[in-house]
Structures are given as C-alpha cells and as structure tokens.
C-alpha cells in the first residue's frame, strides 16, 4: 500500500510531501486491521507547506473531534468453529485495542457490531465482503461504496481478506424517540 501526499514546497510550488507506506498500523492477532492514512481537522485551514505527516500517531478507531480520518482497513474471513462468545471476547479485546471498547454495544447479530457517531465513506477495493445490520445484511463486491451514517453495523469477509478505504467524518448524532 502506498501513500501519497501533496503539498507546497518553500517556493509554493506543488510537490510530493510523503510517498510511502501507511504511516501507522494496527493489526489485531493477524486477523485484519487499521491502516492509517491521514487524520484532520475539519475547522483549521489546510496550510500546503507543512510537512507534518498527519498519518502518524496512536491508530484509534474515530476521528478526532470536528476532525476526519482516512485509512485503510483489512477485514479477514472469521475462521470455522470458534465459539460465539471467544468471537465477542475477541471483537471487544480489538476494539479495545483501537481505543474504541465503548462503540461495542449489542454484539448478538455479530461480534463486532459497533456505532460510531460520524459519517462513512467506504470503498471495498478488493474481495468480498457483507455489511451486517441490525435489520440484515447487504453483500458488497469492489468498486462498490456505503455511506455509514452513524448505524450500529459490522462487517464480514467471504473467501478471504477483503482490503476496504475509509474517509470517517465526525459529526453530531440526532437521535429520535421511537
């Protein structure tokens, strides 16, 4: 995987900043991960000529406040005959591991069932997957994007690794009173 980051240079001109690899990652027991690309802020104004690598830092699962987040992540099939409750020990231990153990809620449709309170952009760039929702579940092949919008969901792979990019966006949740 490859980053690639614009910017100015000291005369102005617009040149590379960063190429490489992801800045930081976290992958959970070799089963999948997060790989980070860039974490902003929504409010400040984006100055071209600094060279911080925004990719850098502690991988947490969200967005900083008012900020946006954008990364890759690898979701590994689940294997055969692992107990449902050693699966949900497992998705709260990773969640933990993402700073991220209070997004876990109800995990008795899947596992790794969490709700965050921003707005997903996602792209499955590689294999197969199902995105899991409290009222079903919907399958995805490349090329194709869901906007999560702070819904309880999870995700599963079909056949093998499916390699996924993110943009997450914080955002305020409205919740309404049935």
Not at 21 to 48: F, K, N, V, Y
Not at 125 to 130: A, H, I, K, M, Y
Request: contains cysteine; proline residues 6%; negative net charge.
């Amino acid at each position: 995987m490859r980053r690639v980051i614009t910017g100015d240079d000291g005369q102005g001109n617009s040149t590379i900043i960063i190429d490489g690899p992801p800045a930081d990652t976290a992958i959970t027991q070799g089963r999948g991960g997060l790989l980070e690309i860039w974490t902003d802020t929504l409010l400040a104004a984006i100055e071209p000529q600094d060279p911080t690598d925004r990719g850098k830092g502690k991988v947490v699962l969200s967005p900083p406040k008012q900020g946006v987040k954008v990364r890759w992540f690898v979701i590994e099939p689940v294997p055969e005959g692992i107990a449902k409750a050693d699966l949900d020990a497992a998705a709260r231990a990773a969640f933990a591991a993402f700073g991220a153990e209070h997004h876990v809620q109800d995990q008795s449709r899947h596992s790794a069932m969490h709700e965050t309170h921003t707005l997903d952009v996602i792209c499955l760039l590689q294999g197969e997957v199902s995105l899991i929702l409290e009222s079903g579940e919907t399958r995805l092949k490349p090329g194709q994007v869901v906007i999560q919008r702070a819904t309880n969901h999870a995700w599963v792979a079909h056949g093998g690794p499916a390699l996924l990019l993110a943009i997450l966006i914080d955002r305020p949740v409205v919740t309404q009173s049935l």
